[in-house]
């Protein structure tokens, strides 16, 4: 479900917390029992965060999990659940409620997502979604430039990563 922010990149507003999935290390260990879940505390310009990735046994990231760590949430930890503020999904072998891929193309996400879709631009690559499940395309081909939303159409780029409940924040 959507956040109670004001800016979808403001995620250090008020958060209620119910209304957000919570996940644990064992939860994680459970879904993916032949593969690596690594646990860290993430950093930048924001709020701290929770990062847990899950890999396989090739050393492939399949997934990620960013949650911050905000005084609404002090109190949650690994054992009851931390609130999931960014599932990303890296593998082409985890699809999304709709079928789609890492590796699929915009013409997919356009023939099998219904209703219109939102463009987002990110800095360097383009997103493309609606709801609360968004794709991250790969950048255009020998461009250094973000480029067109209708350029993303025209090449057909493939999804880099599918992310949830909102685009990816690089």
Same mark, same amino acid.
Not at 56 to 83: R, Y
Not at 102 to 116: E, I, L, T, Y
Not at 125 to 154: C, Q, R
């Given at each position: 479900?959507?956040?109670?922010?004001?800016?979808?990149?403001?995620?250090?507003?008020?958060?209620?917390?119910?209304?957000? *999935?919570?996940?644990?290390?064992? #939860?994680?260990? +459970?879904?993916?029992?032949?593969? @690596?879940?690594?646990? $860290?505390?993430?950093?930048?310009?924001?709020?701290?965060?929770?990062?847990?990735?899950?890999?396989?046994?090739?050393?492939?990231?399949?997934?990620?999990?960013?949650?911050?760590?905000?005084?609404?949430?002090?109190?949650?930890?690994?054992?009851?659940?931390?609130?999931?503020?960014?599932?990303?999904?890296?593998?082409?072998?985890?699809?999304?409620?709709?079928?789609?891929? *890492?590796?699929?193309?915009?013409? #997919?996400?356009? +023939?099998?997502?219904?209703?219109? @879709?939102?463009?987002? $631009?990110?800095?360097?690559?383009?997103?493309?979604?609606?709801?609360?499940?968004?794709?991250?395309?790969?950048?255009?081909?020998?461009?250094?430039?973000?480029?067109?939303?209708?350029?993303?159409?025209?090449?057909?780029?493939?999804?880099?990563?599918?992310?949830?409940?909102?685009?990816?924040?690089?």
């Amino acid at each position: 479900r959507r956040r109670h922010t004001r800016y979808w990149r403001d995620w250090s507003s008020d958060v209620c917390s119910s209304d957000l *999935v919570k996940i644990t290390l064992k #939860d994680l260990q +459970r879904l993916f029992p032949q593969s @690596l879940v690594k646990y $860290a505390i993430g950093t930048g310009d924001s709020l701290n965060f929770h990062v847990i990735n899950v890999i396989n046994e090739q050393g492939d990231m399949m997934l990620s999990i960013k949650s911050f760590i905000s005084p609404q949430h002090a109190s949650a930890n690994l054992d009851t659940g931390i609130p999931v503020d960014e599932l990303r999904v890296h593998s082409p072998s985890i699809p999304d409620a709709y079928g789609l891929r *890492v590796g699929h193309r915009v013409s #997919d996400v356009m +023939r099998k997502r219904d209703g219109p @879709l939102t463009w987002s $631009a990110g800095h360097h690559s383009w997103s493309v979604g609606a709801g609360s499940i968004f794709y991250s395309l790969e950048p255009l081909p020998g461009n250094d430039t973000l480029g067109t939303s209708k350029e993303a159409v025209e090449q057909n780029l493939k999804i880099h990563h599918i992310t949830w409940p909102s685009p990816a924040w690089d």
